[in-house]
């Protein structure tokens, strides 16, 4: 999947207006998501990821335990914007991540993902 395709599938789950939205919309979920510890799972997925949207994963430092109701509360005081909002934007963005890995990675990635998030990973 290229970078433009990644934003386009993200600003259509998200009813975003511009492609740049989506952009940022995927940096902040992203980032904040990359300081879930995952056991170094997503080093391997980031590899597979467009140039511009792996590093994204590795914005933050900090490695952390937390459940899907804080990362969606992270996520609403970053993008201000609400709950439901926060939960869409998780939704639409890892989705999209789940879309661009291949069947292998995601089962690595999906084998070290605490089972709340999977509510996040729609469609296939």
């Known amino acids: 999947m290229q970078t433009v395709e990644y934003f386009d ?3 259509q789950r998200a009813d ?5 939205e989506a952009s940022r919309m995927t940096s902040s ?7 879930l ?7 391997d ?9 792996g590093p994204m ?3 933050r430092e900090a490695s952390e335990s937390f459940s899907a109701s804080e990362f969606v509360t992270a ?11 926060a939960e869409k934007a998780a939704t639409a963005v890892l989705t999209t991540l789940r879309e661009a890995l291949s069947d292998g990675e995601f089962l690595g990635v999906n084998a070290v993902l605490p089972d ?3 509510r996040f990973l729609t469609e296939r």
């Open 37 to 43: 510890d995952l056991r170094g799972e997503l080093k």
């Open 29 to 35: 979920v992203l980032g904040v998501f990359g300081t």
């Open 57 to 59: 994963l590795f914005a």
């Open 75 to 85: 996520l609403g005081t970053e993008l201000n914007v609400s709950e439901a909002e």
């Open 45 to 53: 997925a980031a590899a597979q990821l467009p140039q511009e949207i």
């Open 16 to 20: 975003l207006e511009t492609s740049d």
């Open 116 to 118: 709340d998030f999977h």
């Open 9 to 11: 599938r993200v600003q």
